[in-house]
């Protein structure tokens, strides 16, 4: 595991192009905030078809903790001053799109759907957690708040594998173009 450096010198290691600490967490605060409200959007496409289904419930509980995970998570942009993706109107209609688009192949496609992002999600909140913690306390906070967000983030995997998932015709190939998009969404929104 590697020491993320503060600043560049011939000292530190880093080389040209290489991300100080201050813009690796500024990264992190973007995409993370970018994703939140990507995740409130296919919840919300969700529950525009599902409003009336049995997994109305289910998927209302998850959108109220992805909100909290948004307010979160856009509070910590403000104060630090980190300015958020330009991508947002793309992510409003996109995750939008997606929910909806999958609750429309039915209830299970839409908890395929939401287990495939929150498998790409995992990743990505383990990986930060993982540079964070090379950062000491500096950013003890922040990696807490990624530490607790990815274990809701796990409760909504289980949640959509409980509601049959991956009983969607196709699940394979519905998952892999789910990832794929998701993780396209997180490079994008870490650097436009």
């Known amino acids: 595991m590697s020491k993320v450096k503060k600043k560049y010198s011939s000292k530190t290691g880093l080389l040209p192009g290489d991300l100080t600490q201050e813009q690796l967490i500024e990264r992190m605060i973007r995409v993370d905030q970018a994703g939140e409200y990507g995740a409130v959007r296919i919840y919300e496409g969700q529950l525009s078809i599902l409003a009336g289904s049995d997994n109305a419930p289910v998927i209302k509980h998850m959108l109220d903790q992805e909100i909290e995970h948004l307010e979160t998570f856009s509070e910590i942009l403000k104060k630090r001053r980190v300015r958020p993706t330009a991508l947002m109107p793309l992510w409003h209609l996109a995750g939008f799109a997606l929910g909806a688009g999958t ?9 395929a759907c939401t287990v495939a992002v929150e ?33 809701e983030e796990l409760e909504h995997r289980k949640i959509g594998l409980e509601h049959g998932a991956e009983q969607t015709p196709g699940y394979e190939a519905l ?18």
């Open 175 to 192: 998952s892999a173009l789910v990832k794929t998009g998701s993780r396209m969404a997180i490079w994008l929104s870490e650097r436009i």
């Open 119 to 151: 498998e790409v999600i995992d990743e990505h909140y383990a990986a930060q957690v993982e540079k964070l913690e090379c950062m000491g306390n500096d950013e003890k906070d922040l990696k807490n708040t990624c530490e607790r967000f990815r274990g």
């Open 103 to 111: 609750a429309l192949m039915g209830k299970k496609a839409a908890m």
